[in-house]
């Protein structure tokens, strides 16, 4: 017995298996630039796609919020005092002269020399509470430039698209090691495949398919 099979006319393919070695063109090791604090949060697994700019990790911050909300109104409060203080200044001045002119209203030499230490006075205040105000301006916003870099520093971001080729075991709530790589992120768009089988380079050309 026999039965019948249709076939078609196609070309033979030769199947081979080149082994390669296999290279990354484009990568970022993440590592964190501080050591000794909390992992707080991981925001990636491996194999997630992610985007330049995408949050990866994050250290814990504790009370850095608190922190940075009180600097915070404590620079918009003396900034505004500051601004204040010429209003406050000129007001203080005219009503020391209108009090002086009410009580002598025949003013003399000496009157006026009076009038003038008076006013020096009232600058002298009014130039140590600005200084004052400065000083605290100044030592408020260092304090807020150092929160601001540990709360940068304590945060990793993508700075390419790519996939998620690695990440370390047990990361989220360990604590950090500066220097040491946490994750890997590689660009999957190019890749590199490097064989020593010369004897099958000619089967490789540009647009070529391959599994």
């Known amino acids: 017995s026999y039965s019948l099979v249709a076939v078609t006319k196609e070309d033979v393919i030769l199947t081979k298996s080149i082994s390669a070695t296999y290279m990354q063109l ?3 090791e993440v590592a964190f630039n501080v050591g000794g604090r909390r992992v707080a949060k991981v925001h990636v697994n491996p194999g997630d796609s992610v985007k330049k700019g995408d949050l ?4 814990a911050e504790d009370n850095t919020q608190e922190q940075f909300d009180e600097l915070t109104y404590r620079i918009a409060k003396n900034e505004l005092q500051l601004k204040y ?3 406050a200044e000129k007001s203080e001045i005219e009503n ?4 002086f002119v009410y009580n002598d209203p025949d003013i003399d030499e000496d009157d006026v020399k009076k009038l003038q230490k008076n006013q020096d006075s009232i600058n002298q205040s009014y130039r140590y509470r600005r200084e004052d105000y400065n000083d605290e301006l100044e030592f408020d916003r260092q304090k807020l430039n150092k929160l601001k870099n540990e709360q940068a520093s304590g945060r990793i971001y993508s700075t390419m698209d ?3 080729y690695n990440v370390a075991d047990n990361l989220e709530g360990s604590t950090s090691k500066a220097g040491t790589v946490i994750m890997t992120i590689v660009d999957d768009t190019n890749w590199l495949f490097s064989s020593t089988a010369m004897e099958y380079k000619d089967l490789f050309k540009e ?3 391959v599994d």
């Open 26 to 28: 484009k990568e970022q």
């Open 56 to 59: 990866l990790v994050e250290l």
């Open 85 to 87: 203080l010429d209003a």
């Open 96 to 99: 020391a002269y209108n009090g």
């Open 162 to 164: 790519g996939i998620v």
């Open 207 to 209: 647009g070529t398919a």
